[in-house]
């Protein structure tokens, strides 16, 4: 079985001021890179005249070479964007560092208010900003999941809903020219759905990794 890990449960943020210089963490709970680049990417295009976008994550980026069952390698990334070098993106990843939280993205905007806040301030911040984000997320332990997108006729779209119903799972459904269903399942519980899915449909069911 995967191991379980830390995440926060959803997404938050926080807000506070210092020395005119006002600061919001957000936290939100992701599966990848990709993922984590949107979310910070959100932020940005949210906060167009922030002087500062400070962005971390830690997420999966592999099976480890232990080879253990559910043994996942992490990628850690953080930036400064801009402000004194370690002052910023650090601080703020090492808040997920310390709380052991995994699966998570973090981004924390600053609007300069005219006061220097030297590098100690600065790194009391972000820090602050990423864990009054993750107190107002909340953290749960979760276990690795896996995406796949499920197509089929309208005719199968009822046997499918009811399937991923009926098994719990989060999925999010697309009717278009056909049926489209996003699902996301624990790694441990994905091959099992998959079959499922393909003997009730009598494999017209096309299933694509996500």
Avoid: C
Wanted: hydrophobic content about 40%; overall charge negative.
């Amino acid at each position: 079985m995967p191991e379980a890990f830390r995440t926060v449960v959803e997404r938050a943020e926080a807000s506070f001021t210092v020395s005119g210089s006002e600061f919001i963490g957000y936290v939100a709970p992701v599966d990848t890179v990709d993922a984590a680049e949107s979310v910070i990417e959100e932020v940005e295009a949210d906060h167009p005249e922030a002087t500062h976008v400070v962005p971390a994550y830690r997420v999966p980026a592999g099976t480890a070479a232990s080879g253990q069952p559910g043994s996942v390698m992490v990628r850690e990334w953080s930036s400064d964007d801009g402000e004194p070098s370690g002052s910023a993106g650090d601080p703020a990843l090492n808040v997920l560092t310390q709380q052991e939280l995994r699966n998570v993205v973090a981004a924390v905007v600053r609007y300069y208010g005219g006061t220097n806040l030297g590098v100690g301030g600065l790194a009391r911040a972000y820090s602050r900003a990423v864990k009054e984000a993750v107190d107002a997320a909340g953290v749960v332990e979760d276990v690795p999941h896996e995406r796949f997108e499920a197509t089929v006729e309208y005719d199968d779209s009822g046997t499918v809903r009811g399937i991923l119903e009926s098994e719990g799972v989060e999925f999010d459904a697309n009717y278009d020219e056909e049926a489209g269903f996003a699902v996301r399942v624990p790694v441990a519980e994905a091959d099992a759905l998959r079959e499922r899915l393909r003997d009730a449909t009598s494999g017209r069911v096309e299933i694509e990794a996500r």
